[in-house]
Nanobody, 119 residues
Framework: QVQLIESGGGLVQAGGSLTLSCAAS????????MGWFRQAPGKEREFVAS????????YYTDSMKGRFTISRDNAKNTVALQMNSLKPEDTAVYYC????????????WGQGTQVTVSS
């Protein structure tokens, strides 16, 4: 069982930056692949970025490449999403999620944190 709590959301002007953080409970955090997703009003939830259990491999949706950076600290049970050059279309609720190694599904989700980018 993994519990996830996101933080760091807020209101930022276009072109600005925010860093989201996700704190995980449990002693097996380092065995989970982690991901960030987002859901804008009236839209489906979409994948943003992922990082494997060791932090050695990352993956991004094309529109986030070069602007967002995912990282993790297994000693602190945290995963972060650094977001730069934010655009109004990045406005969404951002969710942290955990996927066990060998699993195809993200079984554990945080409650989400709101990011609002003003133009």
């Amino acid at each position: 069982q993994v519990q996830l709590i996101e933080s760091g959301g807020g209101l930022v002007q276009a072109g600005g930056s925010l860093t989201l953080s996700c704190a995980a409970s449990g002693r097996t955090f380092s065995s989970y692949n982690m991901g960030w997703f987002r859901q804008a009003p009236g839209k489906e939830r979409e994948f943003v970025a992922s990082i494997n259990y060791s932090g050695g491999s990352t993956y991004y949706t094309d529109s986030m490449k070069g602007r967002f950076t995912i990282s993790r600290d297994n000693a602190k049970n945290t995963v972060a999403l650094q977001m730069n050059s934010l655009k109004p279309e990045d406005t969404a609720v951002y969710y942290c999620a955990a996927r066990a190694r060998g699993s195809l599904d993200y079984a554990y989700w945080g409650q989400g944190t709101q990011v609002t980018v003003s133009s």
